[in-house]
C-alpha cells in the first residue's frame, strides 16, 4: 500500500491518503468549475476508509452545493479540500491539485462534459460520460 499526503494551501488542513494507486476523473460540471475557478476540476475517488486525517479535519467549513453533495473548504485560505455525498454513497471526492508534489495519478476519462465550457476542448481519448446534473 502506499501513502500518498496532501492538504491546503496553507497547511492547516492534512490529510493522507492510503492506496496502491490514484485514480482520477475529469469533472465538467458547473459546481465544480465554480468550486475550483477553472474549466474542469480532477478529483480522486476513494473509500472513507483510504483516507486518514492528520490537521485540521475540525477545522473544515461545509457548503452543501447541491441536494446531495457537500464541499468542504479551509476557512483559513479557501482550499477546496473534499466533495461528498453526490454519489448516492460514501465514497469521497478529493481534489487532485491539494495532493503534495507530483504523485503518479492516472486519469481515467471525464464526466459531466454536457456542461463543458465552449471555450475549452477536450484533446484525449479518454472515455467521456454525457451526463447532466439533475
Not at 441536494?67 to 473548504?73: D, M
Request: net charge neutral; aromatic share 8%.
Amino acid at each position: 500500500m502506499n501513502r500518498f499526503p496532501g492538504g491546503c494551501l496553507c497547511g492547516a488542513v492534512r490529510y493522507e491518503i492510503e492506496r496502491k494507486f490514484l485514480n482520477a476523473m475529469h469533472c465538467y460540471c458547473g459546481m465544480c468549475r465554480k468550486a475550483h475557478g477553472t474549466a474542469y476540476s480532477t478529483h480522486v475517488m476513494l473509500r472513507p476508509d483510504q483516507m486518514r486525517w492528520l490537521a485540521g479535519r475540525e477545522r473544515l467549513v461545509a457548503y452543501r452545493s447541491s441536494a446531495a453533495g457537500v464541499r468542504e473548504f479551509c476557512p483559513v485560505c479557501g482550499t477546496h479540500v473534499l466533495v461528498h455525498g453526490q454519489t448516492g454513497d460514501d465514497m469521497l471526492a478529493v481534489p487532485a491539485g491539494t495532493l503534495d508534489g507530483d504523485p503518479p495519478l492516472t486519469v481515467r476519462g471525464h464526466m459531466f462534459v454536457a456542461d463543458c465550457v465552449q471555450w475549452y476542448r477536450i484533446a484525449d481519448d479518454l472515455p467521456l460520460q454525457e451526463i447532466e446534473l439533475g
